[in-house]
Structures are given as C-alpha cells and as structure tokens.
C-alpha cells in the first residue's frame, strides 16, 4: 500500500530528524549569485535549509539572509567559517534565540461555513491574528509570532478544513546594540 502526501500532510519536524535546528544572520553584498554558493556551502556539509528570507538592507547595495537550517551540530562552526570566506559574504553569524527576537508570519486559508466563522474568528483573535480576506465558503487569516505559536494555531484550526498555508522564513535581529 502507497501512501500519498501533498504539500499540506503534515511532517515530522526536521530538527528531530536532522539534528538541532540554527539560524543564521549573513549579510552580503547584493549581487546575483550569492545565494547560489552560500546554498553550496550547506549542501556539501549535509545541512537542510528549511527557512529563508532575503531582503535587501536599509543601503541598496547589501542585503539581509536569515537562514533556518537543521543539520549536525558539530559540522556549524565549519559552515559558519566557510560561508564567511565566501566571496560577497560580509559576515555570518548564529543567533542564539535568547539574545535575539525572531518572529515569522502565516497565512493560512481554511474553508469555513458561516455557522463556524464565529469559532474561527475567536481562535484568530486568541492568536493575534487578522482576517485579511473573508468569502461566504473561506477565510484567510494571517498570524505574526515565533514558531511555536504558529505551530499552535495550525494545531488549533485543524478542527476546520485547512485548503492551504503558506509561512515566511524566520526573520531574526539580535537585542540590544548587537548587530544582526
């Protein structure tokens, strides 16, 4: 027997799987092709991306990667130190979840009767969340937080029809004067 899974089956996580999950902060120079060797770099040492986000800095000619990656720890330290050599990388670094504030963003899109809508609008509230779009079959809400709370609210809507999510990267900045 077969068994068939689709973008929406939900998965083991890959931490528990991979090893520990890290994200790191590196910030390059705008230039096509960067993402492509540091991409290399994880690939080589075995290490999953499973989050990123790129964005172009508050000066046009550098950009932001935050990159959730899960992999063996004892090989981080020698990425770290690889994707630091790279050409166009300025800096790399790890961030410790305690000395930093991360938080990601999900939309997700359930198909709900209006008969259930108020259900769903309260569990939204609960969360922090808001509808951003609202048919008489579906809605979609949107939800800003860390990765528990996200998983928590898909845990939650579970009780509706979920037609899809869609969730960014982890964005991460390191407290107080730190840099990122």
């Not at 992999?71 to 050599?85: A, C, E, R, T």
Request: with cysteine; proline share 5%.
């Amino acid at each position: 027997m077969s068994t068939i899974v689709t973008t929406d089956t939900p998965s083991p996580n890959p931490a528990k799987i991979r090893g520990g999950t890290h994200t790191l902060s590196i910030l390059v120079n705008n230039a096509p092709g960067v993402l492509m060797r540091i991409c290399q770099v994880f690939s080589r040492r075995a290490f999953n991306i499973d989050s990123l986000v790129v964005s172009q800095g508050r000066n046009g000619h550098f950009s932001r990667m935050t990159i959730g990656i899960s992999g063996d720890p004892n090989g981080l330290h020698q990425i770290i130190m690889q994707v630091s050599k790279l050409v166009d990388v300025i800096h790399c670094s790890e961030h410790n979840l305690d000395a930093a504030v991360t938080k990601e963003m999900m939309l997700i899109k359930l198909k709900c009767s209006p008969a259930e809508r108020s259900q769903a609008l309260q569990i939204t509230e609960h969360f922090g969340g808001k509808t951003v779009d609202l048919t008489p079959v579906s809605m979609i809400v949107m939800i800003n937080g860390d990765s528990p709370k996200l998983d928590a609210a898909v845990a939650m809507f579970s009780q509706f029809d979920i037609i899809e999510t869609v969730r960014t990267g982890k964005v991460v900045m390191a407290r107080g004067e730190m840099p990122t």
